[in-house]
């Protein structure tokens, strides 16, 4: 059995706010494999940033409450020193986000902020720093990667500072990357070719992903498994052909009833999903998604659903399964 | 086609670039939109796509006169936009409206909803009386699906959608013929984002609209348009029918836009073959000559580089800038 | 026609956040920060000091009783006699008026001419900005104790002129900070919108604009009434502010100066008057300061569920 990389079990986050305790991240578990690529869905609300967040403990502490566990390779994120989490960021997990720009420094060059994980995790002196630093920009694809060494921030192009990113990310060899809606601001084209990246560089060095994003396109190009968020809990976890197949949990169905279909024949009115989704701070006490469930009955409001079939590969928060939802 | 309602001929937005010395000089021009032509029928939707910097939401606000244009004419109606006086613009304002992106940018913080939507009514003077005036502001609000009781509540009080519905309230209270949409969905999570697409064709059939909507996201502005127009740097590279951008578009640019969006399917994905571009786009300051695209088109050819592609026509109203579709070739 | 409710589009909802107006919302977080309510609690006392003063004084400030002269603070005189016998605490009371009318109306006269002229200068552009910034430009060029004594020099003492010298010595920067504010609200997607409806500018500019220029504006205008007021102490104490007999307490320092051996009192108490109302006005500047940053409000209140 493959061995895994990351082993979340329990996680939940919580802030403290002038209108209540925000509930934004109730008992997260999930497992990223070696090599896999795992991708979180969810909207606004759903906790999907905050839970990646909370793993390099990248959440100032308090407002924030994080609980549970989050097993890297046997040793637990959440407990760990500032040194020790210090020696695993950047190095044998690497973030990337969604707006380059706010990543990277803009008074300082590419090449210096590259050099900078390289020197402090790895140890290299310079001269290796920099030539491995124009390494890793030729591995993502920039060209004259030893020119573009000097050039700062400004001058790249949105696609171009992402790959930087992604550069940096990768420069001490990690274990996993986590990319936080990594794509979401760039043009569909440059996110296809970002994508085409991170898919050759999984598999040239055996990284293990987990891809957090709203898009269920770009999930469906890139994951191997799936994790359905909704206000703050977990809604449906599956391999990625039986999520998109299958699509067991009412709000997994109803979201991707609701996305327009290109195609010849289609109806011109979207299935739209009703009401808006959950405040964190104002969280109702049964299932997150029963006010806007098309199926919900009155249990689904009081009690919150448990995980079916917790062992199997495939997993579903609802009080019903699907023969008694959809006949 | 329905007649016309917008005829854009050859629509030209230029913004000088001066330099940073002591003495500023032009040294040159972004050109944002560099020759566009475009009619929108009465009742139409017309989608219009492209990626950042290609000019799209600048023709949308130079349509409406928003910006002011560097080149050619849009007619509205028959009449010439662009020689308008300004009271007589003001006056066609009431015709024609807009919707923004950004729902948390777009109305003033300060005003309540009722004002926000209520002040096209004070500027065009629509009302005869204030109670009147509320009244319409209900019945606006009523058709967005928000409560009138929410009239005296301020902006930061709503999520993305309720906020995105405010604007389109304002944008239907002087009655317009019509609305610009400048990427209304793109700010809203994905469970809204089909609310308010119905929510706009609805309008469109209730009120006989016609829009001209602008997207990044292709299936979204294929899921809505009648026509779609695909703009590059500055020019159209195809225009459509929703049923021929399905069938596959012709223009090297078009197909590998559509060839890059990604389709909730996973066989799909794993099956598709992707067109992938090289490079980045270039910049507006300086397209390359003839066909801007020719520097990531895998089919350029010679008279690519010496000269620009006029549209051709490919019957049923699509038209593509290729050379590729010259009957001359 | 109610093509929303009735196809199916549905309810939007409720609103996602409390009811609460951006002023009351202001105030709450202002009342959050201590420094700012001990503040606006000696500002309050103040206030009730310059309304008050005559009705409560012990004595009058012009009680001269030279029998008692130079007696330190004791029951019957809390801050002591100076000079001429009279009580310091009446007189420093008193002086409280004349600072903060002072302060008031030059910050007042400040925003009547600062604020029109950033609104043109913002929103105009073009050679009247030009004209009328290189004019606030000078004027902030001069130091603003020698730019008020030269307008002094020219008008005369006394109270009115010294409104106006500090007013034309504050005006610049209201200018520049409204220019600033509008200059960015000009590009702001809202006025936009308005424009595509068909605005006017000057609906635009006093519907859109200026509503929303207030915030920095409040802010300098209560860091500006602290300046105001020490630049008030700084022309009485020269003796070019409000003449005597009135009280003021920077000619109260001054003429405090030559007693300070013996009857140091004379100059402490209004010195203290000065410093504690100045650091009253910074404390509830600041605190207006944190409150209407944008940045400062949380996220979670200003965007609803995210």
Redesign the interface.
Known sequence: MTEQVLSVDDLTVSFGTRLGRARVVNGFSYDVAEGETVAIVGESGSGKSVSSLALLQLLPVPPARVEGKALFRGDDLLTMSDAEIRRIRGNRIAMIFQDPMTSLNPVRTIGYQLIEPLAMHMGLDDRAARARAAELLEIVGIPSPGDRLDDYPHQFSGGMRQRVMIAMGIACNPDLLIADEATTALDVTTQAQILEEISRLQEYMGLAVIWITHDLGVVAGIADRVVVLYGGSIMEEAPIDDLFAQRLHPYTRALLASLPKPGLDRPRRLEAIPGLPPNPVRLPPGCPFAPRCTHAVERCFSEKPELRNPESSHRVACHFDAGELYG | MAEPLVEITNLQVHFPVFSNGVVRRRVGNVRAVDGVSLTIGRGETVGLVG??GCGKTTTGLAI?R?IEPTGGTVRFDGVDVGTLRKDE???L??RM??I???P????????SIGDIIA??LR??GLSDSASERTRRVA?LL??????PD?RD??P????G??RQ?V?IA?ALA?EPDFIVCDEPIAAL???????V???L???Q??LGLTYLFIA?D???V???SDRVAVMYLGRLAEVAER?R??EGLKHPYAE??L???????????RTRI?I??E???PSPLNPPSGCRFRTRCRYAIDRCASEEPELQRLGDGHVVACHLYDPEE | MTPGIDQGVGDAGEPIAEHRSRARATVDTVLRNRLAVAGLIVLALLVLAAILGPTIAPYDINDINVADRLTGPSTAHWFGTDELGRDVFSRVLIGARVSLLVGFIAVGIALIVGVPIGLVSGFYGGAADSWLMRMMDILFALPAILLAIAILAVLGPGIVNAMIAIGIVYTPIFARITRGSVLTIKESVFVRAARSLGATDGRILRTHILPNVTAPITVQASLSLAFAILAEAALSFLGLGVQPPAPAWGRMLSEGRGFFEQAPWMAIFPGVAIVITVMAFNFVGDGLRDALDPQQRSVIESRGAE
Do not use: K
């Open positions: 990626e950042s409406l928003l613009l003001r006056r304002r009431r409206a807009m923004f992106q950004d948390y940018a777009s109305l003033d913080p300060r005003m002040e096209p500027i065009h019945d009523d058709m967005v699906g928000l409560s929410y509540r301020f930061h009080e709503f999520s959608g309720q519905r604007g304002r002087t999570d994905v469970s809204i984002q089909a609310q697409m119905n929510l064709e609805d309008l059939e209730e990044h292709l299936s979204a294929q899921h809505l049923r951008v399905s590998s836009l060839s890059a969006v990604p389709i909730p399917d996973p066989v799909v994905e992707r992938l571009l490079g980045d786009v």
